[in-house]
């Protein structure tokens, strides 16, 4: 089940990232954005997954505008140990209904370049490269899904 991120789940949606990036650290040099994110300030944009109970992944979603309206996903995050389980997929295709929703026609995301293995699954999920830049000190490859009507 997806549903909206509570207060009670900051905890949970903090020690997600913690696990989920930690084979990531040695790789960029430092902790991935996600581990240090403000999930508190970030709640309302927050949605989760849960699977038997338990939070096992989140997303933000927000609104962003520009010469085209778009559904941002960030950051997404899936338990390791439920990763390979589909749960990933569930939060991307919630994704997609709710910019549907909103009429909005492409979804976008950035991953950190180092995380070849993310971003071959979001190939698979099609998505393509659309820039790729420094921002915040991270070298990142910035993705795109045009959602057709």
Request: aromatic share 6%; net charge negative; glycine share 8%.
């Amino acid at each position: 089940m997806i549903r909206a991120a509570r207060a009670e789940d900051l905890d949970r949606i903090g020690a997600i990232p913690d696990a989920a990036f930690l084979p990531y650290i040695a790789r960029i040099g430092r902790p991935p954005a996600p581990m240090a994110a403000d999930h508190r300030s970030d709640l309302s944009h927050l949605w989760v997954c849960e699977h038997d109970g338990d939070v096992v992944g989140y997303m933000g979603l927000i609104a962003r505008d520009g010469p085209q309206i778009a559904l941002q996903i960030e950051p997404i995050a899936v338990d390791p140990d439920v990763q390979g389980k589909g749960i990933g997929g569930r939060l991307i295709a919630f994704a997609e209904a709710q910019a549907r929703s909103l009429g909005v026609e492409r979804l976008t995301l950035y991953v950190n370049a180092a995380m070849i293995e993310t971003r071959a699954i979001y190939a698979h999920l099609g998505f393509l490269e659309t820039d790729r830049r420094v921002e915040d000190g991270f070298d990142r490859v910035f993705l795109e899904k045009s959602l057709p009507r």
